[in-house]
C-alpha cells in the first residue's frame, strides 16, 4: 500500500496543476480511498500519520527537469515546508527508501482552510523527537549572468546548484527543496543548519544496489524560522555519516 501510495505521487506531483492551491484538494478523493483502509492512520498535508516519519523523507529529483517554479513570495505557502504538497509546479517526486526509523513522530497542530482534513492548509506545525546535529551549509552562488538569463529555468538552476552540509570537515551532498539563493528568504552559503536524523538505512539512496555499504542517518535538514518559539522550516533532506550524529543526543524540534 506504502509502494502504492509513492507511485501515485510519483505520477501526480508531475501533473501541472493550474492553480497551485488546488494541489492538495485535487487529491482528496484518492486520499480518502486510502484512508478507508483503517492501516495509514491520520491525513494530514499529503502525510499519513502511521508512515509519517518515512513520508516525510520525499525529495524532488532533479535529474527528471520537469515545470518546477519557485516558492511564491506574494501568497501563503501552499502547505508546510514538511509536505511534498508544499513544493511548486511540475516535478519529479522521490522518497529515501524505508529501513529502521530512529526518531518519534509525536504530535501535529493543523489549521485546514475549509471543513475537510483532506483539502487545504492554512498552517501545520509538527514535531519530532529525533537525532540531532548541527552542520553548515556550502555552495557556489550562481553567476550573475546566469540568473538574469531568461533560457536559464528554475528547474535548471536546481539542478545546477550543488548544495553540501559541511560537519568536522567531512562533506555531504543536500538535496535541496528550492534554489537557495533565488528566494525572497534565501539560505546564504556558510548559513548554520539543523540536520534531524529519522531513519538509519544499511544502503544510500544513490547506492542501494550495492552490497558492502555502511550504515547512513538520512533526515531532514532545518533552518530556524523563530528563535524564541524554537520554530524550524524544512529545506532539504540529506544522508549522512552515523558518526554525525555520536554521541545520540535527541530533542524535541517543531516544524512548520
Not at 28 to 56: D, H, K, M, N, P
Not at 147 to 168: G, M, N, S
Not at 208 to 229: C, H, T
Request: proline share 5%; glycine share 8%; charged share 20%.
Amino acid at each position: 500500500m506504502l509502494r502504492l501510495w509513492d507511485e501515485l505521487l510519483g505520477h501526480y506531483c508531475q501533473r501541472d496543476i493550474t492553480k497551485h492551491s488546488d494541489r492538495l484538494p485535487a487529491i482528496s478523493g484518492v486520499a480518502c480511498a486510502f484512508g478507508g483502509t483503517r492501516v495509514f492512520g491520520e491525513y494530514f498535508g499529503g502525510i499519513w500519520s502511521a508512515w509519517a516519519l518515512q513520508l516525510f523523507l520525499w525529495y524532488i529529483d532533479s535529474e527528471e527537469l520537469l515545470k518546477l517554479e519557485p516558492p511564491s513570495e506574494d501568497e501563503s505557502p501552499l502547505a508546510p515546508s514538511w509536505s511534498w504538497a508544499s513544493v511548486r509546479g511540475a516535478w519529479s517526486y522521490r522518497r529515501f527508501p524505508v529501513d529502521a526509523c530512529v526518531a518519534t513522530f509525536k504530535h501535529c497542530n493543523m489549521e485546514f482552510a475549509g471543513p475537510s482534513s483532506l483539502g487545504a492548509m492554512k498552517k501545520g506545525i509538527i514535531t519530532v523527537e529525533g537525532l540531532v546535529a548541527k552542520a553548515t551549509i556550502q555552495y557556489d552562488p550562481l553567476p550573475l549572468e546566469r540568473q538574469h538569463d531568461p533560457d536559464f529555468t528554475y528547474a535548471e538552476r536546481l539542478k545546477a546548484q550543488k548544495v553540501e552540509l559541511v560537519k568536522d570537515g567531512e562533506k555531504v551532498e543536500m538535496c535541496q527543496d528550492f534554489v537557495l539563493d533565488a528566494v525572497r528568504s534565501l539560505v546564504n552559503s556558510g548559513a548554520v543548519v539543523i540536520c534531524l536524523g529519522l531513519q538509519v538505512n544499511k544502503y544510500s539512496a544513490v547506492q542501494a544496489d550495492e552490497q558492502n555499504q555502511p550504515s547512513v542517518m538520512q533526515g531532514l535538514v532545518l533552518r530556524i524560522v523563530k528563535i524564541n518559539l524554537a520554530l524550524f522550516s524544512r529545506i532539504g533532506v540529506f544522508q549522512s555519516p552515523m558518526a554525525w550524529f555520536e554521541p545520540g543526543e535527541k530533542a524535541d524540534i517543531a516544524i512548520c
